[in-house]
């Protein structure tokens, strides 16, 4: 992850911001004050380097904590809304998704279940796993702030399925792409 060639390599949408050309990666240990797997409020997360995937409680605390580079910050769902409307390509048959996953440069990615990388889903059993797997639910999500402050937010995109923002639980790991205004 090399900050300074976000600016040059980065995209600049129609709503404003510029989009990081590739994920947010630590790249150091850090330690996260307010955030803990149980919710208690009192304790500290450690968060490894190489870390890839957070859940929306790690990347908010990241971003208030000062832990991404200065000056970007995580996509609202407004700015993410702008982005379906820009990039949006119904010519898209195979892969509705591609156009906003090429002009973004976004990835199928998403959460790693303990020892296997697993596409943006939080299943609990190694069944459904197998089986996400094998349907090829291939997705990537990434993380959006929701405007109002209400519910976790993701920008969802699918092999076979439209790029959309819908909701989905604060705990799973989704992907972060940055923005600066």
């Known amino acids: 992850m090399d900050i300074s060639t976000w600016f040059k390599n980065g995209k600049i949408t129609q709503a404003g911001p ?9 790249y150091k240990e850090v330690v996260l004050t307010g955030v803990d797997k149980d919710g208690d409020p009192d304790e500290a997360t450690i968060l490894h380097a190489g870390k890839k995937f957070f859940t929306l409680d790690e990347a908010e605390a990241l ?11 995580l996509p609202t769902v407004t700015e993410a809304g702008a982005w379906l409307k820009e ?4 010519n898209f048959v195979n892969n509705p998704s591609g156009n906003i996953m090429t002009q973004l440069n976004l990835k199928f990615n998403g959460f790693i279940y303990p020892s296997m ?3 943006n889903h939080c299943p609990t059993d190694q069944e459904a796993i197998a089986s996400l797997v094998d349907d090829k639910m291939i997705e990537g999500r990434f993380w959006l702030l929701n405007d109002n402050g209400d519910d976790a937010c993701s920008l969802f995109v699918h092999r076979i399925a439209r790029p ?3 909701t989905y639980y604060r705990g799973c790991g989704h992907s972060v792409r940055l923005v600066h205004d």
């Open 18 to 26: 510029i989009v990081a050309p590739e994920n947010f990666v630590l």
């Open 117 to 119: 990388h697993i596409y």
């Open 164 to 166: 959309k923002i819908q």
């Open 87 to 90: 990039f949006l390509d119904e």
């Open 63 to 73: 971003q208030e904590q000062g832990y991404f580079p200065e000056g970007w910050r």
